[in-house]
């Protein structure tokens, strides 16, 4: 079974650290994720960036997010 979901990326903000090296995850058809972390770990910065709206915040993004096999970033 292919993933539904496949997301490696490293995000940040302008003057600031890393807010995600290296994120990696899969999400397999009918499989149910949830973020969990502390406040300021980047489970926001994750959403964001999946959703394609990290760039209005500012952000910057580097890597891959596949959805069905197709690059989102592309």
Not at 39 to 45: C, N
């Amino acid at each position: 079974m292919n993933p539904l979901l496949q997301v490696r990326i490293s995000a940040g903000y302008p003057g600031k650290p890393l807010a995600l090296r290296n994120f990696e995850i899969e999400v397999d058809p009918g499989q149910i994720v949830g973020l969990v972390g502390e406040s300021g770990s980047g489970k926001s910065t994750v959403a964001l960036a999946i959703l394609r709206l990290l760039e209005y915040r500012g952000g910057t993004l580097d890597g891959e997010i596949l959805f069905r096999g197709r690059n989102l970033l592309a």
